[in-house]
Structures are given as C-alpha cells and as structure tokens.
C-alpha cells in the first residue's frame, strides 16, 4: 500500500522521561500490581480511547517499565499519567494540539512545549494522539502518513513512517486489536502492552482540563529542570 514517507522525526539521544522514572518508581515486572485486560468493542465511529498500558523501552544498554493510563479525544487532545505502584500520579502529559504540557504535581511544575518533542522525550519518538487511536482500534484512517502492512485478515500488522516502524506482535482473541505493538526506531526499541481498552467513554470531570495554569502554586520550568529532579531521585 503506498503512503507517502515524510522525513524522519528528530530524535533526542539523550534519557527519556520513562528511562529516568524507571530508578525513581523502582518499577520492574514483577513489582507492577497486577490488572485484569479488559477490551471493549470498537464502534463503528471512534471519538475517545482510554485505556491501561505497560511500556518497556530500551536504548543504549539501558531499560525501563512503566505502566500508565491514558485518554485521548479526537482529532488532537489527550493525556497520559504515569504513576508509582502505590497508584500516585508522578507526572501527567497534557496534549492540546501541537502543544504539550507535563505536569509534575510533586514539583508543582509544568514543562510546556511542542507536542513532537514533549512526545519524543516521554517515549522516544514523536507520535500524534490521532495515530495512537488508529493503531490501538486496528484501523488504517488515521495512520495516512504511514506505509501499512496488512495479513490475510486484512488487520495492520505493520508500519512505517520515515525512520520509526511499528509491528503488532500479539492481537486479542477478538480479532483485530492489537495487544502488543513493538516499535523501532534506528537503535531504540519499545514494547506496548495494552491491559484495558475503551472507546467512547465519557471522560471523568476535569480529565483534560489544565488547571493547573490556574494554580498559583504551579510555576513553568524547562526540560533540564525537569531531567535534574528525575536525576536526584535516581
């Protein structure tokens, strides 16, 4: 299927967010409370995702895991948080468009810049809300940018933009979801594994509201404030 191939995105070498909380949470597999996977069906429209996920990410000898919810509204809003095993919320990344916040209640700051690279410093590759949506809910619209491969089912089961590519290794039993999607990118590699999976669901109060703007105890800082704190807790 042809697609066009825009240039690959910019790629920090520096620690990713996940790789510096890995030392903070002290998160491993065996220490992430186990959840039940739970999947719900795909309407035939989708508006929303929310859901449950585990991330392993590996890059230049090193690893981390983490487990964080997420919600995101379409075309281009949501938000991801990623939490301790005790279930307290350690940073929140806020979408709205091409704009990013992450939020760190504990510091009581927030980090705003483009979403492309508040992205690529949270996993290691930029990657849109819309994109997200597309792969997770096993459908082609939405990932236009992308060259797609598909099986015999006709389920996506791989794809590439520029330099990141994607492949699902495992579904659900119900078909065409994916539940665990690999991605590369030159020498990084990752793991997703969706645990919970809804469409459509009415979002809880405030989910995505940016209060925190509001909150005269929250101040704006940058990126190297931010990769300090996360340094100091290692």
């Known amino acids: ?9 910019h790629i920090t070498r520096r620690p990713t ?12 597999a ?11 069906t795909v309407p035939p429209t989708v508006d929303s995702l929310e859901g449950y996920a585990s991330w392993k990410l590996v890059r230049e000898g090193a690893s981390s895991r983490s487990r964080f919810s997420f919600l ?8 991801i948080e990623i939490s301790d095993p005790l279930n307290r919320t350690v940073s929140r990344l806020v979408v709205e468009g091409k704009t990013a916040y992450l939020v760190v209640p504990g510091k009581h700051a927030y980090w705003k810049a483009d979403r492309s690279e ?8 930029d990657i ?11 459908r082609e619209h939405g990932l236009n940018e992308w060259s797609l491969e598909t099986d015999g089912l006709g ?22 979801l994916p539940r665990t999607v690999a991605f590369t990118n030159g020498a990084d590699q ?6 919970r999976l809804q469409f459509n669901q009415p979002p809880r109060e405030g989910a995505l509201r940016l209060s925190f703007l509001d909150d005269e105890r929250y101040r704006a800082v940058g990126w190297p404030e931010i990769e300090k704190w996360l340094r100091d807790e290692d």
Do not use: H, N, W, Y
């Open 1 to 9: 299927m042809a697609a066009r191939a825009p240039e690959a995105p």
């Open 17 to 28: 967010l996940l790789l510096l909380l890995a030392g903070l949470l002290g998160i491993s």
């Open 30 to 40: 065996a220490a992430c409370l186990s959840v039940q996977t739970k999947v719900g």
């Open 72 to 79: 995101f509204v379409l075309p281009d809003r949501g938000v």
């Open 118 to 125: 508040v992205m690529t410093r949270l996993l290691g590759f």
């Open 128 to 138: 849109r809300p819309e994109e997200l949506v597309a792969l997770l809910s096993g």
């Open 155 to 176: 389920r996506v089961i791989r794809g590439r933009r520029g330099g990141l590519e994607f492949s699902v290794r495992e579904f659900f039993d119900r078909g065409g």
């Open 190 to 195: 990752g793991s997703l594994k969706v645990i």
